[in-house]
């Protein structure tokens, strides 16, 4: 039996709820079903010795079933709208070592809207954390676009636009004197215990990994579902 401590275990959280679009993880994205890319980037990873994925949805047990994804049953009170994917995590580790008595030391979370993410993605983030043994988590990053930049952001007070951070927005006026802010590029590479210990996936200590804009894509509705389905079918990517 392999030392769990060598196992790189990929999970992916897939419920069948979806209000934004309906089974939004089985919608078609380029001739596949969205979760699909999740899936064959895991099959692609050289570090990923197992994939699980979390679901209460027939439809996609079947399909993640039949590519050789093994599957847990989700418990209903973790189905809802507003829950965690953390406790989701948790939840899954818990019966894993329930019933086999140990879980893989490290967990890749791949979530089925993040089509875009590559097996090379997942290995990199994999050998950062291993070399860096005092990390908790390593996460995907990219840069935020000027227009989404953090001192451009707006509110509404009283009908009227103003800006979050104004004597922020006056001293650094144009894009090359703003500092440098990041947002999540999806993938989340996090070491087991840290769930357990703190139900947690990012922890103190998380490493950063730089990805272009385009491969941090996050499919949440129906206007990113028609813009990720011509970058599929006009773009020459390399995915899985």
């Not at 993880?25 to 980037?41: D, F």
């Not at 019933?99 to 994999?126: M, N, Q, W, Y």
Request: charged fraction near 30%; include cysteine; glycine fraction near 4%.
């Amino acid at each position: 039996m392999a030392d769990s401590k060598n196992l790189v275990m990929a999970f992916i959280p897939a419920r069948g709820g979806s209000k934004s679009i309906p089974l939004k993880n089985m919608v078609l994205l380029g001739g596949r079903p969205l979760i699909e890319y999740a899936i064959e980037a895991a099959k692609a990873s050289r570090s990923v010795s197992r994939i699980v994925c979390s679901t209460e949805n027939r439809s996609i047990k079947e399909f993640c079933q039949a590519k050789g994804v093994e599957v847990q049953k989700r418990p209903r009170r973790l189905c809802g709208d507003d829950i965690r994917t953390q406790d989701v995590i948790l939840d899954s580790l818990l019966t894993l070592r329930r019933k086999e008595g140990r879980v893989a030391d490290l967990i890749v979370l791949l979530e089925p809207t993040s089509p875009f993410l590559l097996s090379k993605h997942i290995d990199d983030c994999v050998d950062l954390l291993r070399a860096n043994p005092s990390a908790d988590s390593v996460q995907s990053i990219t840069l935020v676009p000027p227009n989404h930049h953090a001192y451009n952001q707006r509110f509404l007070d009283a009908g009227l636009v103003r800006f979050k951070f104004p004597e922020e927005r006056r001293k650094f006026y144009n894009k090359q004197l703003k500092p440098k802010f990041y947002i999540h590029g999806n993938l989340r590479v996090f070491r087991s215990e840290l769930v357990f210990g703190k139900k947690d996936v990012f922890g103190e200590r998380s490493l950063p990994y730089m990805i272009p804009a385009l491969y941090a894509m996050d499919v949440d509705g129906p206007e990113e579902l028609s813009l990720a389905d011509c970058i599929v079918r006009h773009m020459n990517l390399k995915l899985p």
